[in-house]
């Protein structure tokens, strides 16, 4: 079945420890997202590629990078972790072409980010 | 701007009851509508679609009518589940325009046998 993926589901790292989350894909979708999600809130989308275009969100913190070497893969980097980013990290994708009426997502399992 | 209304929770019903969350929206383009559901330690999986006004998306039981007039996307189960606890998120983007989404939310529902 074609989905996403994303590796490790669980992760622990250390305070100001870089730690590196992975997504693959085998839906072929153009568009991959990062969401980082809080207890009892809605994700909140932290960056975006559209192809290999980097779109990245005013407000995320530039603790946070990202790479998608291809189209399958996409990885998230968090430079020098604090306490406050344990979260879960959500992987999605969606196929966007200029004659789509509707752009739903897919989203992974999600990575449980600790950090002691 | 974009944005979507959901109902506070927790929603808590017993088994086989019927279920409505609410959900509104405003929007600056025509709209496609969407609820997400995600699972406990889950991500979030699309529930149902509905791309027009007056379509009616359904999936799993569950049912929600793009209403123009009122500008809303009610999700309703005639029979819940205790298997249906979850966390329930209602979202919007723009056709033909903005893609990413906008989020409610989300509404937990816990059924209790």
């Known amino acids: 079945d074609a989905m996403v993926i994303q590796n490790p589901r669980y992760q622990v790292t250390q305070f100001g420890k870089p730690v590196t989350l992975s997504c693959s894909q085998t839906?072929?979708?153009?568009?991959m997202y990062w969401y980082q999600q809080k207890s009892s809130q809605a994700p909140k989308l932290l960056f975006h590629y559209y192809d290999k275009d980097f779109n990245n969100e005013a407000d995320t913190p530039d603790n946070f990078q990202s790479r998608r070497p291809n189209t399958s893969f996409c990885f998230l980097d968090i430079r020098s972790p604090g306490l406050g980013d344990a979260a879960m990290y959500l992987c999605a994708t969606s196929r966007v072409t200029s004659g789509a009426t509707s752009y739903e997502q897919y989203f992974g399992p999600g990575t449980r980010l600790t950090v002691t | 701007g974009n944005s979507v209304t959901q109902m506070e929770g927790p929603v808590t019903l017993s088994e086989e009851a019927f279920l409505t969350i609410n959900c509104t929206y405003t929007a600056t383009g025509y709209p496609s509508l969407f609820w997400y559901v995600q699972y406990p330690g889950e991500g979030l999986q699309l529930l149902l679609k509905?791309?027009?006004?007056?379509d009616k998306g359904s999936n799993k039981g569950f049912e929600a009518t793009y209403r123009k007039e009122t500008t809303s996307f009610h999700l309703e189960k005639g029979s819940v589940q205790v298997s249906d606890s979850a966390v329930y998120f209602c979202?919007?983007?723009?056709?033909?325009?903005?893609?990413?989404?906008?989020f409610g939310r989300g509404t937990s529902l816990i059924v209790h046998p």
């Open positions: 839906l072929n979708h153009n568009v």
């Open positions: 979202a919007l983007s723009i056709s033909g325009g903005s893609y990413i989404p906008t």
């Open positions: 509905a791309t027009k006004a007056d």
